[in-house]
């Protein structure tokens, strides 16, 4: 990969991942926090259910997306 398509990628992902802060920030201190005032425990139980069994069926573990990410972060070098 020549060193000017390495750049683009650096800043996409950077670009990427400052997105993604954005996102998580929005739902721990804006979405979470609503729906703990609005939902019921049982609400809160049945949804966490279906985010376990959500999770439960992707296609890997977070252990291993973890390692992946490592695995680009050294070959890339960010």
């Given at each position: 990969?020549?060193?000017?398509?390495?750049?683009?990628?650096?800043?996409?992902?950077?670009?990427?991942?400052?997105?993604?802060?954005?996102?998580?920030?929005?739902?721990?201190?804006?979405?979470?926090r609503?729906?703990?005032t609005?939902?019921?425990?049982?609400?809160?139980?049945?949804?966490?259910?279906?985010?376990?069994?959500?999770?439960?069926?992707?296609?890997?573990?977070?252990a291993?997306?973890?390692?992946?990410?490592?695995?680009?972060?050294r070959?890339?070098?960010?």
């Amino acid at each position: 990969m020549s060193a000017h398509a390495n750049d683009q990628f650096v800043e996409a992902a950077r670009a990427y991942v400052d997105l993604l802060s954005e996102h998580i920030q929005k739902e721990d201190n804006v979405l979470f926090r609503v729906a703990q005032t609005l939902l019921d425990e049982r609400s809160m139980r049945s949804l966490q259910d279906d985010f376990n069994q959500a999770e439960a069926e992707l296609p890997g573990s977070l252990a291993k997306y973890e390692q992946e990410a490592q695995e680009m972060e050294r070959a890339w070098a960010v």
